[in-house]
T-cell receptor, first 113, second 115 residues
Framework: GQQVMQIPQYQHVQEGEDFTTYCNSS?????IQWYKQRPGGHPVFLIQ?????EVKKQKRLTFQFGEAKKNSSLHITATQTTDVGTYFC?????????????FGKGTTLSVSS | NAGVTQTPKFRVLKTGQSMTLLCAQD?????MYWYRQDPGMGLRLIHY???????AKGEVPDGYNVSRLKKQNFLLGLESAAPSQTSVYFC??????????????FGPGTRLTVL
């Protein structure tokens, strides 16, 4: 079945440094979603990308969808302590059991001030 | 609006015991989902429902059953709990099929420990 892989699994940065997490799929994705989960919290939707090569920005966050729609990235410029958490990408899977969202294992970001 | 709520927040079971986790949403969403989250494993879909009275299996359905008798509620049952089911369980809902241009809204989670 479809797999969604994220790298790195963990990343520690100093406050002010940039951070990037990558999401790769074994198959072409119709679209991809990104979620953030703060420590002890629940996942919260950040954004959805649909078009090949799409780039979207949310303040210091930049999201990209690959031209082949098999990969995506989230880049945070000048990290802050409020960026701490785990970032998940999720892609649509069409399998025998039906169609559902498959999550990557996430990238956990820690930021030291 | 309360959004998505889950009951209980914490639970400790002994091996072989049964329990039901309740998820409720007040957003009139058609789709509801149950995930489990284990360290380093991300979110894995257990079962989901595309509407009242319908359910479907996800990635890891074994050992769990679900029911969607009312549109706003989605129940997850463990008939005979095993230590491998120790996890944090999240319920989520969405207007349409998540990934089909609809975001998922998650509940606060239920932390289950099976001894």
């Amino acid at each position: 079945g479809q797999q969604v892989m994220q790298i790195p699994q963990y990343q520690h940065v100093q406050e002010g440094e940039d951070f990037t997490t990558y999401c790769n799929s074994s198959t072409t994705l119709s679209n991809i979603q990104w979620y953030k989960q703060r420590p002890g919290g629940h996942p919260v939707f950040l954004i959805q990308l649909v078009k090949s090569g799409e780039v979207k920005k949310q303040k210091r966050l930049t999201f990209q969808f690959g031209e082949a729609k098999k990969n995506s990235s989230l880049h945070i410029t000048a990290t802050q302590t409020t960026d701490v958490g785990t970032y998940f990408c999720a892609g649509l899977s069409r399998g025998q059991a039906g169609t559902a969202l498959i999550f990557g294992k996430g990238t956990t970001l820690s930021v030291s001030s | 609006n309360a959004g998505v709520t889950q009951t209980p927040k914490f639970r400790v079971l002994k091996t072989g015991q049964s329990m039901t986790l309740l998820c409720a949403q007040d957003m009139n969403h058609e789709y509801m989902y149950w995930y489990r989250q284990d360290p380093g494993m991300g979110l894995r879909l257990i079962h989901y429902s595309v509407g009242e009275g319908t359910t479907a299996k996800g990635e890891v359905p074994d050992g769990y059953n679900v029911s969607r008798l009312k549109k706003q509620n989605f129940l997850l049952g463990l008939e005979s709990a095993a230590p491998s089911q120790t996890s944090v369980y999240f319920c989520a809902s969405s207007y349409g099929l998540a990934g089909g241009l609809h975001e998922q809204f998650f509940g606060p989670g239920t932390r289950l420990t099976v001894l």
